[in-house]
């Protein structure tokens, strides 16, 4: 059965740093778009940063571009969000999107095929 599974969240303080990890069963992520988008309480679920499967581009919200780094692990099957600088407004459950197109830029939601269940980021002191 295919499976998408974030993890790497978890309670950082603000200023400090988490890298988040997307894992994907029974298919090769490196083949595909993945997007990562959050959402926080109250709030709809937005963008973060995608990577295409080509890996020719990469996207990032202007809310986090020079904060988090988007990366491919091809060995691995593993795509990173790497997030420094963490602040309140970044906590949020993070979730994993695959199969966004290589234009990923609009971060629209019903483009991503496969989704993971997500993994809670808190930023507090």
Do not use: H
């Amino acid at each position: 059965q295919l499976q998408v599974v974030e993890s790497g969240g978890g309670l950082v303080q603000p200023g400090g740093s988490l890298r988040l990890s997307c894992t994907a069963s029974r298919f090769n992520l490196n083949l595909y778009t993945v997007g990562w988008f959050r959402q926080a309480p109250g709030k709809e679920q937005e963008g973060v940063s995608c990577i295409s499967s080509s890996d020719r581009s990469s996207y990032y919200a202007d809310s986090v571009k020079g904060r988090f780094t988007i990366s491919r692990d091809n060995a691995k099957n593993t795509v990173y969000l790497l997030m420094d600088s963490l602040n309140p407004d970044d906590t949020a459950i993070y979730y994993c999107g695959i199969g966004g197109p290589d234009d990923c830029s609009a971060y629209v939601l019903s483009d991503y095929a496969y989704w993971g269940r997500g993994t809670q980021v808190t930023v507090s002191s």
